[in-house]
């Protein structure tokens, strides 16, 4: 069995290096990819990244999407 990279200088590097270009402060979202989040981080680690922020994580079939804003938000459709 492979160990995980969640726990790993990589994993975190690939964490920083998505939220790097995030500027708080202004709204955003950014897209990634459920399988490159579980190769790069894991799952658990990207929630925690975003909890730590206070922002808003949605996953869908393929992709995890990161609201960069603290403001409740509604899903129209």
Same mark, same amino acid.
């Not at 990244?49 to 990161?66: Q, S």
């Given at each position: 069995?492979?160990?995980?990279?969640?726990?790993?200088?990589?994993?975190?590097?690939?964490?920083?290096?998505?939220?790097?270009?995030?500027?708080?402060? $202004?709204?955003?979202a950014? +897209? !990634?990819?459920v399988?490159?989040?579980?190769?790069?981080?894991?799952?658990?680690? #990207? $929630?925690?990244?975003?909890? +730590? !922020?206070g922002?808003?994580l949605?996953?869908t079939?393929?992709?995890?999407i990161? #609201?960069?804003?603290?403001?409740?938000? !509604?899903?129209?459709?």
């Amino acid at each position: 069995m492979q160990p995980t990279l969640a726990h790993t200088t990589t994993g975190q590097t690939w964490l920083d290096q998505v939220f790097k270009t995030l500027t708080t402060g $202004e709204t955003c979202a950014v +897209k !990634r990819r459920v399988a490159d989040v579980d190769r790069e981080c894991g799952r658990a680690a #990207l $929630e925690l990244a975003v909890r +730590k !922020r206070g922002w808003h994580l949605i996953e869908t079939d393929r992709d995890f999407i990161i #609201l960069c804003d603290t403001s409740p938000f !509604r899903v129209i459709c």
